[in-house]
Each structure stands twice: as structure tokens, then as C-alpha cells.
């Protein structure tokens, strides 16, 4: 009985040690709530009487729990006085579940990156939140937020033409796909997504904006991410063809084909992270087990001199 409890004491010690031993090995499967960027509104609200803070934790909480059941939700708390409009939206070949999962960062991540300021937004590769206290001022649908291109430029070997063409169908993808489309075309993987709200003509219209631009900024890189305010691409072109994507847990119907994330095929940063991960986590578990033997070794050799 006493090996069997100091035994159990040990696990509980380990899992002190260790605390994050669980989240590590968990982690191999997140790649979709890497943080692409964050918008904050300079201005602080003032909060005197607590109503601004009440608001914006309702709003949170009604935006997580919706995560549940939708890609995208969009909702207004407060009073007449504190309104403020809030939406989440998940990438459209994200299951529910890790279109929670994403969301329910969202609010700590706002409150840390953005505090308590009039407007924010905060864009995970599989999720975006954002809000707006009513009064602040509008911009147009657009209006470029953020853009990333690939380090590595491929000129002159006919990737241009195939990426526009891409393009192309991925453009009218997005409007039978009503919001959400992706695909390959001749190793150029493309995905566009625009916010749940808007509709077929304007979301064309959005997407076919971004994609000139990414033209115009990204010009011959192998990858870019260029994100309006009501609509976002992304491509990636793979010389070699476009390797097997594991998928989250269930595809959007809405999406034609398979494919998960934006990453940089220039710099492989997510394989590079889940790979580490789950050599950590296991290294861990290793650690773990090994530690456990020689506690219970001694213990027994030190039941076996007592006697």
C-alpha cells in the first residue's frame, strides 16, 4: 500500500513539474491559431461606471459559445449608450470543434495585444475576431489590413501565368462557394474567404481586389496572404506538387477541395513547429516514465532493507 501511495505521489509531483507537458504534445495539432496580426484602435474607452467592460465580456462570451454551431456569428451588446457590435469568423474548411478552439483565444488575445480600446481585431490563421464600440468610424470593405509575401521568387518560369490562372478560378469559386473556396490548379494551392455577411457580387468584387494586389505586392513570390477588411487570399505554389494536407476534423462542404492552412511553403515554419512538438512532448513522456521507474526501484529497495 505504501509503494502504491508514494507512487501516486510522484505522478503528482511529475504533473507539477510538468505542467504544460499535455499542451506541448496537444499543440502538434493547433497550427490554426498561429497569430497573423492584430489591429487596435489608439483610443482607449472610458470606462468609469463598468458598463463598457460588462458589455464587451457579454459579447465575448455570446461569440465563443456561437463558435460551437457556425463558422460565422455577429452580434451587438450593450446599452443604448454602450452598444458595441462584435463577429468571429472561422476559415471555411474548419470543423466546429476547431473553429472553438480558435475563437475561445480570441478574447484573451484581443485583451492582451489591444486592451481596452474602441475597436480591435485579431486575425489567427484558422480565426478572426473583431469589434467596434458604436460611434467609430467606418472603412471601406477594401481597404488592405495586412499582407505577407514568400521570401523566394520564382521569375521566368511560367508560375505567373499559372498562379493567375489559379486566380481565376478561384475567384469564381468564391462566389458558388458562396463566402468560402479553395483548390489547386497546376501546384498552385488558392483560398479565398470573405466575411460571413456579404454577399456573392460584393464578395467577387473583394476577393477579385485582393488578388490584384497580390499581384502588384507580392509580384513573383512562391506564396502570399493579402487580407481586406471584408475578405481575404492567399496562394502557394509548390514546384515540386502540392503535398498531402491533413485536414481538420471535417471540410466545409461549401469547399471544393481539400486544403487547411496558409502556410509559407518558402519556410515550412508550421511542419517546423509540429515537428518539434511532438518531439518535445514525447521526449517529455519519455522523461516522464523513466523518472516514475527509478522512484519506484528505490522505494522498493528501500522496503527491501527495511526489512
Do not use: W
Not at 131 to 148: A, N, R, W
Not at 155 to 161: I, N
Not at 200 to 229: F, M
Amino acid at each position: 500500500m505504501g509503494l502504491s501511495i508514494s507512487f501516486l505521489s510522484i505522478i503528482m509531483m511529475m504533473c507539477l513539474l510538468f505542467p504544460d507537458l499535455n499542451v506541448v504534445v496537444k499543440s502538434a495539432t493547433t497550427e490554426y491559431t498561429t497569430l497573423i496580426y492584430k489591429g487596435c484602435a489608439r483610443q482607449q474607452f472610458s470606462d468609469p461606471s463598468g458598463l463598457y467592460s460588462q458589455a464587451l465580456s457579454a459579447m465575448f462570451g455570446s461569440l465563443v459559445s456561437q463558435s460551437t454551431k457556425t463558422r460565422f456569428y455577429k452580434t451587438t451588446t450593450g446599452t443604448s449608450t454602450t452598444t458595441i457590435t462584435g463577429l468571429f469568423q472561422c476559415r471555411g474548411d474548419l470543423s466546429n470543434h476547431d473553429c472553438y478552439n480558435c475563437v475561445s483565444r480570441l478574447p484573451v488575445l484581443s485583451d492582451k495585444l489591444c486592451g481596452k480600446t474602441i475597436a480591435s481585431r485579431v486575425q489567427l490563421s484558422g480565426c478572426y475576431l473583431l469589434y467596434e464600440v458604436s460611434g467609430f468610424s467606418q472603412i471601406s470593405g477594401m481597404e488592405m489590413l495586412f499582407k505577407t509575401c514568400g521570401k523566394n521568387n520564382i521569375a521566368g518560369t511560367g508560375f505567373e501565368e499559372r498562379r493567375d490562372t489559379a486566380f481565376g478560378v478561384m475567384q469564381n469559386g468564391v462566389v458558388s462557394g458562396h463566402g468560402f473556396y479553395a483548390t489547386t490548379y497546376e501546384s498552385v494551392y488558392v483560398l479565398g474567404q470573405c466575411e460571413g455577411d456579404v454577399g456573392d457580387t460584393d464578395c467577387s468584387g473583394c476577393v477579385k481586389n485582393a488578388l490584384e494586389k497580390a499581384q502588384v505586392e507580392c509580384g513573383s513570390s512562391i506564396s502570399g496572404q493579402i487580407y481586406l477588411h471584408k475578405c481575404f487570399i492567399a496562394y502557394s505554389y509548390y514546384p515540386n506538387g502540392v503535398p498531402r494536407r491533413s485536414s481538420s476534423s471535417s471540410s466545409s462542404s461549401s469547399s471544393s477541395s481539400s486544403g487547411s492552412s496558409n502556410s509559407d511553403p518558402s519556410t515550412s515554419t508550421g511542419a517546423t513547429g509540429k515537428t518539434v512538438a511532438i518531439i518535445v512532448g514525447g521526449a517529455a513522456g519519455v522523461g516522464f516514465l523513466v523518472i516514475c521507474l527509478l522512484f519506484a526501484k528505490n522505494l522498493m529497495r528501500k522496503k527491501h532493507d527495511d526489512y
